[in-house]
């Protein structure tokens, strides 16, 4: 990082990194105003904490602080609420603190009231108590009435957002699983059913030489044997199918030079690629320059052919191209269901095809899996 | 003749094992992997290594890397790959710069046994064999190619084709039901319209084999 970059982050530090001091000073950068305020919340809290004092040393008994927390509190009650309120656009959480901070000063009235009516009439029962619950009360039902949608729409987009997650990763964890799954089962046809069924020719193969003078069991061997045939090709046609094998074994330049090459449209492959790709991406670009070309043979009669695959930190692009008759139509069934399969994997395919002047295929596929 | 199998499915390998020894062809070894198959070669001096593409440990294509390795290594060695399936990029590779000696079969092939073990000494004797797919994929007319083989009849493509599996002109005019001497006129006229100059029979032979794989690069 060089030193013009860091210097925003710093400016943008001393509001975490402000040094907690028992009491603010001006030179901290505070303005008078904000200075009063922290000063007033400070001076109320070391009062609550002094008088406890003096009632736990003047022998306890009744626990005459309370009174006196209960004015402060409500001095920073307000205090709070004023601030909040000043501080919100107009909108439900303006209103509760207006509420609150109303609640506030009827409290601070009352209280006060009350002080009067004791210290002048002796009047001794709390008689503010019940109008000061009833305040309480009254506040906390308006917060929750309008707090209650915000609560909900949020508490909504959270879990929106939770599963959005979740699902982006599940289906990563599928696609991801399919492919992986493909791979498996192209490697199984072979080695399995497919060689039992070449060991099995073989063993015909063995068999029909010693019958050499039984002309009818060696017509019924080589039927076997032409069955057995017929099988390993269906079973290798179902495997080239699923994954071709070169794909399966060199990966993605090595099956799409291949490719290219029999398409004999004399493509130019130009790949720079610097990692193994997750075998997710690699079927996807393949089967998308599998049918690119294939449109390139069909519909182009293009001069030029040329196949572009380059990886950046994020993403693979895949860009197939000719220099044909264009028009491509994007919702044909091909190109559809090459978007289908490229969006599967939160990729974009863009078709480029005016009429006359070519196609361009650009396929987007992240390689985050 | 002196084989070595490198081959990772018992039921295969032992399989060949039998019906080798049952003609008469000495198996001096059977391993499983490439780095076997080197060793094998090293320590035995056979004249023919029978080598699966797929090899543990990863079974991709290291049984086709051993082969390559092997014949550099021993030049004289004959290397025939049997794969489950084929690839003309594979084949290109495996005949590189020395025709001589190199095979190239689907693994079905076994089950025609006489065939397979023509290909055998074909192959250990110096030849080159290749599946008749992959020719049937390098001579396939492709949509807006430009570059096909020059000017060959369809006769002259098949019997071009069964050259390059190594069968001899016997076979060819068998297999084509045709005579030999038709089959002698075809083979002349593919090697004047390869332009294959006057060498010996066998030589060109390879000749014209390469000259599809030239195509395919
Ligand atoms: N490279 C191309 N050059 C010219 N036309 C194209 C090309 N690719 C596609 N098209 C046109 O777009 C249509 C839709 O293509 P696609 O979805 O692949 O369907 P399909 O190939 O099965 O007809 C094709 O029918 C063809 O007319
Ligand atoms: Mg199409």
Redesign the interface.
């Known amino acids: 990082m060089d030193h013009r970059a860091r210097l925003p982050l710093e400016l943008g530090l001393p509001r975490g990194a402000r040094p907690r001091r028992w009491m603010p000073t001006l030179a901290a950068g505070l303005s008078i105003g904000e200075y009063a305020r922290s000063l007033e919340r400070r001076l109320a809290f070391l009062t609550a904490v002094l008088l406890a004092a003096i009632w736990a040393l003047g022998g306890q008994g009744y626990f005459w602080p309370a009174w006196a927390w209960l004015g402060l509190g409500d001095l920073v009650l307000l205090d709070f609420t004023a601030g909040w309120a000043w501080r919100h656009p107009p909108g439900a959480i303006r209103r509760v603190a207006c509420v609150w901070a109303l609640v506030g000063a009827a409290a601070v009235i009352l209280v006060f009231t009350w002080l009067l009516t004791w210290l002048l009439a002796g009047v001794h029962s709390f008689w503010p108590a019940w109008a000061l619950l009833g305040l309480a009360t009254a506040g906390s039902s308006y917060s929750l009435v309008a707090l209650h949608d915000r609560v909900l729409v949020a508490h909504g987009r959270r879990a929106l957002r939770a599963r959005i997650d979740m699902l982006t990763h599940t289906r990563r964890q599928a696609v991801a699983a399919q492919a992986a799954e493909l791979r498996r089962i192209e490697?199984d046809l072979?080695?399995g059913a497919?060689?039992?069924?070449?060991?099995l020719?073989?063993?015909?193969?063995?068999a029909?030489?010693r019958v050499s003078d039984q002309p009818e069991v060696r017509r019924l061997i080589k039927d076997a044997?032409h069955e057995?045939?017929q099988a390993?090709e269906e079973l290798?046609d179902l495997?080239?199918g699923i994954v071709p094998?070169?794909l399966?074994?060199?990966g993605l330049v090595?099956a799409v030079?291949?490719l290219g090459?029999?398409?004999?449209?004399?493509t130019s492959v130009d790949a720079t690629m610097h990692r193994a790709l997750a075998p997710a991406v690699e079927n996807a670009a393949y089967f998308v320059i599998a049918e690119a070309l294939t449109n390139?043979?069909?519909h182009a009669?293009?001069a030029r052919s040329w196949i572009v695959i380059s990886e950046e930190r994020r993403a693979l692009t895949v860009v197939v191209g000719d220099d044909g008759a264009g028009g491509a139509d994007p919702a044909g069934s091909g190109l559809a269901g090459l978007r289908a399969r490229v969006e599967a994997l939160d990729g974009s395919l863009k078709v480029e095809s005016p009429a006359g002047a070519g196609t361009v295929l650009e396929a987007r596929l992240p390689c985050g899996w | 003749m002196r084989v070595v199998i490198a081959e990772d499915?018992a039921?295969?390998r032992e399989?060949?094992v039998?019906?080798l020894r049952?003609n008469d062809i000495e198996v001096v070894a059977q391993v499983e992997d490439g780095p076997g198959l080197l060793r094998a070669i090293a320590g035995h001096e056979p004249d023919l290594a029978i080598v699966d593409v797929?090899l543990p440990p990863t079974?991709?294509?290291e049984g086709l890397i051993a082969a390559i390795e092997a014949r550099r290594r021993q030049p004289a060695l004959g290397v025939l790959v049997l794969s489950?399936?084929v690839?003309?990029?594979y084949a290109s590779e495996l005949v590189g710069e020395h025709t001589a000696g190199i095979g190239y079969l689907l693994?079905?092939r076994?089950?025609?046994?006489r065939a397979?073990l023509d290909a055998l000494r074909s192959v250990a004797a110096g030849g080159t064999v290749l599946d008749r797919q992959v020719v049937a994929?390098l001579l396939a007319p492709?949509?807006?190619?430009?570059?096909?083989l020059p000017g060959l009849t369809a006769r002259e493509r098949e019997v071009l084709a069964l050259m390059a599996e190594g069968r001899s002109n016997t076979a060819i005019a068998e297999s084509l039901v045709v005579t030999p001497g038709a089959v002698e006129k075809h083979i002349t006229s593919i090697f004047a319209k390869l332009d294959l100059g006057a060498c010996d029979e066998d030589h060109r032979r390879v000749l014209a084999v390469l000259a599809y794989l030239r195509v395919?690069?």
């Open positions: 490697r072979h080695d497919q060689a039992r069924l070449v060991a020719t073989l063993q015909l193969g063995r029909e030489l044997q057995a045939r390993i290798r495997a080239r094998p070169l399966a074994d060199r090595a030079e291949s090459a029999r398409y004999g449209l004399g390139t043979a069909k009669a293009a | 499915l039921l295969l399989g060949l039998a019906l049952e797929r079974f991709k294509d489950q399936y690839e003309t990029a693994k079905e076994v089950g025609d046994v397979f994929e492709r949509e807006g190619a430009d570059q096909t395919a690069r």
